[in-house]
């Protein structure tokens, strides 16, 4: 593995480069064994699916979903953001109720389609981050694309919108911040409670003529307000997106996917803003599902699994949900599945 690096402003950040001889690092990606669909719902697609364990011990996953009836792309327009339920990490998942909608005002930031859901406990309350786009033609719907914010004492709610209206970033203002004028706006929200107090909000933008990358936002208070790191984190030549970020044992990770590759990056740091070289995160599916199963398969988007979020337990990450573009059961509409993450050294192997 030879490492190409890149200077931003004084920050030097690794990207991978893999020859045709080399291999990446596989240590992390190899934990992972696939345990099945997480959430299938008739006549909707299902996206990303976000976990996190309720004060009775009971697994709450907040889950983007559309009307299949109004096709793939209408995660711009009619998603919505609900909750599901179970005993166990593994499911079965029971729908619970619809969380967050479209305000359906115009004008607002939130006119429609609630996407991306993470859903992180912050000392003894739940904090749910989104994005949602105000409207107009895909162009402007794509960049006027923010992130929110809703707080709550259980995963049941109630919920309340953060400040006025809930929303906690939008592409900055100030020309020097790398994501200025951002074709996608900001969106695909990655919460962490840093180790040192403050909250960083990671978070996906695009300069024009440039790739999606990956930048931070951070604060004082998880409500806000949030301040721009002035330079970009990943020197990713390809397209990233869905950070989902995490802390373990003295490091800070960031985990997203690699759209080019249809893999994802793990991208280890010391301090949450010095990324080093990625290695990765997780494989194709077909390294992980036995041929069997992907022959009854459905491609309904791409053989890609996206939109990573990951379950921490006793400060460890123990299960992986990925957003599928292969319905698993052979039905019409996108699905989440999940994946153990077994321990490290574990002789139990998560591939085919």
Not at 65 to 90: G, M, N, Q
Not at 214 to 242: C, H, K, R, W
């Amino acid at each position: 593995m030879k490492v190409k690096w890149m200077l931003f402003a004084g920050l030097f950040i690794g990207a991978v480069t893999v020859s045709g001889k080399e291999q990446p690092d596989r240590s992390w990606a190899d934990r992972l064994e696939y345990a099945g669909v997480a959430v299938e719902e008739p006549d909707y697609h299902v996206w990303g699916s976000s976990p996190v364990i309720g004060p009775e011990g009971k697994t709450h996953l907040f889950v983007a979903r559309w009307p299949l009836k109004e096709e793939f792309k209408a995660w711009l327009t009619h998603c919505e953001i609900a909750r599901y339920v179970s005993d166990s990490p593994e499911g079965p998942f029971v729908f619970q109720e619809v969380v967050v909608k479209g305000s359906g005002k115009e004008g607002s930031w939130d006119f429609q389609s609630p996407h991306n859901p993470t859903i992180q406990k912050v000392g003894a309350r739940y904090v749910l981050t989104y994005i949602a786009n105000g409207g107009g033609v895909k162009q402007e719907q794509v960049a006027s694309q923010r992130i929110g914010m809703m707080i709550a004492d259980r995963p049941e709610g109630p919920w309340k919108k953060v400040g006025n209206d809930g929303m906690i970033l939008a592409s900055p203002a100030d020309p020097s911040i790398w994501s200025y004028q951002s074709t996608v706006g900001v969106n695909n929200p990655a919460l962490l409670a840093h180790p040192d107090g403050r909250f960083f909000l990671y978070y996906k933008a695009m300069r024009k003529g440039d790739v999606r990358r990956m930048g931070v936002a951070v604060a004082d208070q998880v409500e806000g307000p949030y301040e721009f790191i002035p330079e970009p984190l990943t020197s990713n030549s390809t397209t990233i997106e869905d950070g989902y970020a995490f802390y373990e044992n003295g490091k800070i990770y960031l985990l997203t996917t690699d759209n080019k590759a249809g893999t994802g990056y793990l991208w280890p740091s010391d301090d949450g803003i010095h990324f080093s070289e990625p290695i990765l995160g997780y494989d194709k599916m077909s390294q992980y599902l036995d041929k069997q199963l992907l022959s009854r398969s459905k491609v309904l988007r791409s053989k890609k699994m996206e939109r990573p979020q990951v379950l921490l337990q006793d400060g460890h990450p123990t299960y992986l949900y990925l957003a599928s573009g292969v319905n698993l059961t052979g039905g019409d509409g996108s699905h989440s599945c999940l994946f153990r993450i077994n321990p490290p050294n574990s002789s139990c192997s998560g591939l085919k």
